[in-house]
């Protein structure tokens, strides 16, 4: 079974810098695409960045420039690195990925997710 953990979320004032980290554990063969996304209240999930193997980065136009997304593919783990903070920011963040297991090329897994507010 795969596990996706998410930490480092909390509260920052608008500016500042959180960075999020994911660990993914489990009988893992290997990890596709990892993304981090996000959902604020009333409003519907969104995808916030995603490093897929053998692709390019993806960022969502509201964090270009401020968010840079990085995987450890020797540790399992892909991080979100938020500077300039606004209050719009303000969401649960949640890390997926795509993982290949004995059983599947590519199923989905969820973290729990990380609360990030940025007051202002």
């Known amino acids: 079974q795969v596990q996706l953990v998410e930490s480092g979320g909390g509260l920052v004032q608008a500016g500042g810098s959180l960075r999020l980290s994911c660990a993914a554990s489990?009988?893992?063969?290997?990890?596709?695409?990892m993304r981090w996304y996000r959902q604020a209240p009333g409003k519907q999930r969104e995808l916030v960045a995603a490093?897929?193997?053998?692709?390019?980065?993806y960022y969502a136009d509201f964090v270009k420039g401020r968010f840079t997304i990085s995987r450890d593919d020797a540790k399992n783990t892909v991080d979100l690195q938020m500077n300039s903070l606004k209050p719009e920011d303000t969401a649960v963040y949640y890390c997926?990925?795509?993982?290949?297991?004995?059983?599947?090329?590519?199923?989905?897994?969820w973290g729990k997710g990380t609360l990030v507010t940025v007051s202002s």
């Open positions: 997926n990925a795509n993982v290949q297991t004995a059983t599947s090329y590519g199923m989905s897994y």
């Open positions: 489990g009988s893992i063969f290997g990890i596709n695409a």
């Open positions: 490093d897929n193997t053998g692709s390019s980065l």
